[in-house]
């Protein structure tokens, strides 16, 4: 049984470029969530997705937009990128309990 | 108040020690409390959880302790082992979408 997966593993873009994050969610799972985890810190939640709309969204910019497909699969979507989005981009699924982390994408913004 | 503080940020124990992180938070409305492992290039990996209404969860050499009173828990990892060198964060759960609030880690490292 194949866990979260996550494409691309690396990303290097220019400051002002837009870029397209995917996720797969565990077989069984229905619920996406992303989170940002900067150097040194711990994750933090920017939105989740459960039938394919938006349930909730933490404290991010609207330069920060995602879509989740009848697969239940997600996409993140960061516009405008600055240097200060450079971070581990996390996709979790989850059912009703526990979140499985993916191993992430790394985003470097130059 | 979604916030969760974790100590210390680093802890080096001896093979075989305990090593112990703690985590404290304000917010009653957390209702489900995850510890995550996580190597480095590796996303967190979940490790133990417990909710508010239990005291004590154990799992082989992991284990949580809980108090509501205090609104702290923390995590002991008994017999630690060299593998066990990894980021440690405690997290807690809240809202309609149960998002994850974390903690900022601690960095564990395990001499052999």
């Known amino acids: 049984d194949a866990g979260v997966t996550q494409s691309p593993t690396h990303l290097i873009k220019t400051r002002g470029q837009q870029v397209t994050l995917r996720c797969s969610p565990k077989?069984?799972?229905?619920?996406v969530s992303w989170y940002q985890q900067a150097l040194g810190q711990g994750p933090q939640f920017i939105f989740q997705?459960?039938?394919?709309?938006?349930?909730q969204r933490g404290n991010f910019p609207d330069r920060f937009s995602g879509h989740q497909f009848p697969n239940y699969s997600s996409e993140l979507n960061v516009n405008a990128l600055l240097l200060g989005d450079s971070a581990l981009y996390l996709c979790?699924?989850?059912?009703?309990?526990?979140?499985?982390f993916g191993p992430g994408t790394r985003l470097t913004v130059t | 108040q979604q916030q969760v503080k974790q100590s210390p940020q680093s802890l080096i124990v001896q093979k075989g020690g305990i090593s112990i992180i703690n985590c404290a938070y304000e917010?009653?409305?957390?209702?489900?409390f995850p510890w995550y492992q996580q190597f480095p290039g590796k996303g967190p990996a979940l490790l133990i959880a417990?909710?508010?209404?239990?005291s004590e969860k154990k799992e082989g050499r992991f284990t949580i302790s809980f108090n509501k009173s205090a609104k702290q828990f923390s995590l002991h990892i008994m017999d630690s082992q060299p593998g066990d060198s990894a980021t440690y964060f405690c997290?807690?759960?809240?809202?309609?979408?149960?998002?994850?609030?974390f903690g900022s880690g601690t960095q564990l490292t395990v001499l052999p």
């Open positions: 979790a699924s989850s059912t009703k309990e526990e979140q499985y």
């Open positions: 997290a807690a759960r809240w809202g309609s979408a149960r998002q994850l609030t």
């Open positions: 417990i909710r508010p209404d239990v």
């Open positions: 917010n009653t409305a957390f209702d489900y």
């Open positions: 997705y459960y039938e394919e709309e938006e349930r």
């Open positions: 077989s069984g799972h229905d619920t």
